[in-house]
């Protein structure tokens, strides 16, 4: 039974490091004299891969696209194009 919990354990710590990284977009739409503006769509594009996600602005002009999958880069000068997913 002790093998069990431990497994079952061991499991469900390790699923966040099999899961996709992913970010959040939080922003607010607003007009130049910084009324806030409500009921905007606002549409964010991977141009890489072509997703599109469309959120509604709030009735505070506050907007959240979340989930958004993404792959970290790293990059340095002398580095080569290739060298910067590692």
């Known amino acids: 039974m002790t093998r069990t919990y431990f497994l079952a354990a061991c499991l ?17 739409v607003a007009d130049k004299s910084g009324a806030v503006i409500p009921d905007v769509m606002v549409t964010v594009t991977n141009t890489e891969t072509g997703v ?6 709030n009735e505070r002009g506050l907007y959240i ?11 340095r000068p002398s580095w080569r194009a ?3 997913r590692r």
């Open 12 to 28: 469900f710590f390790s699923l966040p490091a099999w899961s996709q990284t992913t970010a959040t977009i939080v922003g607010t």
């Open 52 to 57: 599109t996600r469309r959120v509604l602005s």
């Open 65 to 75: 696209v979340g989930a958004l999958p993404w792959e970290p880069t790293r990059s």
């Open 82 to 84: 290739s060298d910067e």
